[in-house]
């Protein structure tokens, strides 16, 4: 079984202050995990995977995350908030035997003030 | 590259009545999902399509949701009928192969029962 838990529904962050979105997982397998933004009325959107080769992930936009085994987390960062980077982002965990069973978490909310 | 295509974009019913989505996937992918987003929640699989054969559909609602993907390309995506916690947004995802390639998201439907 495979289950994602975004430890923070709501996370408001300053222009220009770095940007913290917590995601703890459990699979059975070894896993792929992905972050995905959605801002509003639009498609969901890939910012980062992770498929076992390195731990720390780059993505778009100026995110990237770290895998870390021993925590089972899979946390995103980024140095420092846009306020284009207010959007609801989704941690999505699926085992590497699967057939792209994609399990999204609960969604975090992030609002950027100036 | 076009991206996934959905319509319609909104849709209000009444409860009992009947509805139909469409969803058109990137060229050339093979395999199409259909999720559902109930407000506050992340997206759930509802039906997972590999070219016109149905992969998973264990979480779909069969007693009043239907779905097919004639010829491997299209999909549609049926509720009847219609109850008000199918208020939702219903989202089409496809990817290039099954398993760890990444989903690419429609606009979504937005549904709405009364």
């Known amino acids: 079984a495979q289950s994602v838990t975004q430890l923070d529904s709501h996370v408001s962050v300053s222009e220009g202050t770095p940007v913290l979105l917590r995601c703890n997982y459990s699979?059975?397998?070894?896993?792929?995990l992905f972050w995905y933004v959605q801002h509003p009325n639009k498609g969901l959107q890939l910012l980062l995977k992770y498929t076992s080769a390195a731990t720390l992930v780059k993505g778009i936009n100026g995110f990237e995350a770290e895998f870390k085994k021993s925590e089972t987390s899979f946390h995103l960062t980024k140095p420092s908030a846009h306020m284009s980077d207010a959007a609801e982002y989704f941690c999505?965990?699926?085992?590497?035997?699967?057939?792209?069973?994609?399990?999204f978490g609960a969604g975090t909310q992030v609002v950027v003030t100036p | 590259e076009a991206g996934v295509a959905q319509s319609p974009r909104y849709k209000i019913i009444e409860k009992r009545q009947s509805v139909a989505f469409w969803c058109n996937p990137i060229s050339g992918h093979a395999t199409l999902y259909w999720y559902q987003q109930i407000l506050g929640q992340g997206p759930k699989l509802l039906i997972q399509f590999q070219n016109n054969g149905v992969v998973d559909d264990s979480q779909l609602p069969k007693d009043r949701f239907s779905a097919e993907r004639l010829k491997g390309v299209d999909s549609t995506l049926k509720i009847q009928p219609a109850k008000l916690e199918d208020s939702a947004v219903y989202l089409c995802?496809?990817?290039?192969?099954?398993?760890?390639?990444?989903?690419?998201f429609g606009p979504g439907t937005r549904l709405t029962v009364t």
């Open positions: 699979s059975s397998y070894s896993p792929s």
């Open positions: 999505v965990v699926t085992p590497t035997d699967s057939w792209g069973k994609f399990q």
């Open positions: 995802a496809s990817s290039l192969v099954e398993g760890l390639a990444e989903q690419y």
